[in-house]
Nanobody, 115 residues
Framework: QVQFVESGGGLVQPGGSLRLSCAASGIILSTYNMGWYRQVPGKQRDFFATITSRGITTYADSVKGRFTISRDNAKNTLFLQMNSLRPEDTAIYYC?????????WGPGTQVTVSQ
């Protein structure tokens, strides 16, 4: 049974940083393309960062240069380093395969960027 559990979210001021984690079980992350997604209530879930099984990373323009996706194969954990956070980054953040598997969505972690 595949399970993703996201953590590391919180309240941060604009310009601040957070590091999100996605602990995986029932799946070996390094064998799949993995990504981070985020959702604002009332809007669709958006994909914005991916790391391939070979370690190649790509980002949406909205986060490029500010966010970094990485993977620790020994810990079977996906990370997202977020710097220079903006109020528009406020959302619930999720990890999943790319493309996502509907039954794999975890609880997500809330990120709020506000004064």
């Amino acid at each position: 049974q595949v399970q993703f559990v996201e953590s590391g979210g919180g309240l941060v001021q604009p310009g601040g940083s957070l590091r999100l984690s996605c602990a995986a079980s029932g799946i070996i992350l390094s064998t799949y393309n993995m990504g981070w997604y985020r959702q604002v209530p009332g809007k669709q879930r958006d994909f914005f960062a991916t790391i391939t099984s070979r370690g190649i990373t790509t980002y949406a323009d909205s986060v490029k240069g500010r966010f970094t996706i990485s993977r620790d194969n020994a810990k079977n954990t996906l990370f997202l380093q977020m710097n220079s956070l903006r109020p528009e980054d406020t959302a619930i953040y999720y990890c999943n395969r790319v493309p996502p598997i509907s039954g794999y969505w975890g609880p997500g972690t809330q990120v709020t960027v506000s004064q």
